[in-house]
């Protein structure tokens, strides 16, 4: 397992995952993610395509990271 330390969000972040598979991902890999497929995951790997999150999930989102900046 190779560990990386980048600021979540950074653009450093975004592009190690667009490029390799993440433990975030693992899920979806294994076809036990109720949020993305196992397919649309290796559609977005390989075309870089990506659906854009819904105001509802932005909102979600933002919650989480506040959260995780309170805890850290």
């Known amino acids: 397992m190779i560990e990386y330390s980048y600021q979540q969000g950074s653009a450093e972040w975004h592009q190690l995952r667009e490029g390799k598979r993440t433990a975030s991902e693992a899920s979806a890999m294994m076809g036990d993610s109720k949020h993305t497929s196992r397919s649309k995951l290796l559609r977005q790997k390989v075309t870089g395509e990506k659906d854009e999150p ?6 979600i989102f933002e919650t989480g ?3 995780e900046a309170a805890i850290r």
Do not use: K, M, R, V
């Open 54 to 59: 819904t105001p509802s999930e932005l909102y």
């Open 65 to 67: 990271h506040i959260a």
